[in-house]
């Protein structure tokens, strides 16, 4: 389940299981949603974006969806592995603006 | 090839001392960037510079003075080092306002 704490929220699944990490962000004039994976002791790296004017994209096992009405983006992880345990986080930009805010993050955690 | 690289990795001071990291980056890219990333994990902008320029400044002290000698190049020199400070560096760059690479990180110790 998710639970959020002190720290960052976690979700914990089983190997197999699909997840589905959330992100509300915060300005309405973003166009531009990025999702990153960042594992121990490395940087963040890009898994999938999307644009404001597209509602869904896919990648291979992820797919992000995004709803402008009420400024919330998922990521969509299908038959998650246990090299998918990292931190996930949303971020968002605004075209013309060299700024990528980032969201608080998710910790993801997959049980074999 | 690395894409964005940063060194060093790990950097252990005391307090009061000045200390450089260095980023390269060899994606071509017209865009870097300094984050910081504290211990709740939260991934802040402190700079970013755009063929050579300063684009953005998020109210980053003084004592944080970034210098890109050229755009593949974005070093970020840090005066009077504080105890708060602690925290990881990350270098990124990109393509205008398009998706970030990031280097791995500068893990920074002030004691």
């Known amino acids: 389940g998710e639970s959020v704490g002190l720290h960052l929220p976690t979700l914990s699944v089983q190997e197999g299981d699909n997840s589905i990490i959330n992100c509300a962000y915060s300005n309405s004039a973003s166009d531009y949603f990025i999702w990153y994976k960042q594992e121990s002791g490395k940087g963040p790296q890009f898994i999938i974006d999307?644009?404001?004017?597209?509602d869904k994209r896919q990648g291979q096992r992820v797919t992000v969806l995004l709803n402008k009405t009420v400024k919330h983006l998922s990521l969509q992880i299908a038959a998650t592995q246990p090299g998918d345990s990292a931190v996930y986080f949303c971020?968002?930009?605004?075209?013309?603006?060299?700024?990528?805010?980032f969201g608080t993050g998710t910790r993801l955690l997959v049980s074999p | 090839d690395t894409a964005v690289s940063q060194t060093p990795k790990y950097l252990v001071t005391q307090m009061g001392n000045d200390k450089s990291i260095k980023c390269e980056q060899n994606?071509?890219?017209?865009?870097m960037y300094w984050y910081k990333q504290d211990s709740k994990k939260f991934l802040k902008i402190m700079f970013s510079?755009?063929?050579?320029?300063?684009?953005i400044n998020e109210t980053v002290p003084n004592r944080f003075s970034p210098k890109s000698p050229d755009k593949a190049h974005l070093n970020l020199h840090i005066n009077s080092l504080e105890l708060g400070d602690s925290a990881v560096y990350f270098c990124?760059?990109?393509?205008?306002?398009?998706?970030?690479?990031f280097g791995s990180g500068t893990q920074l110790s002030v004691l």
């Open positions: 999307i644009r404001s004017n597209m």
């Open positions: 510079y755009n063929n050579k320029e300063l684009i």
């Open positions: 990124a760059s990109s393509q205008r306002d398009e998706k970030l690479f």
């Open positions: 971020a968002e930009n605004m075209q013309g603006f060299q700024k990528l805010v």
């Open positions: 994606l071509g890219h017209d865009t």
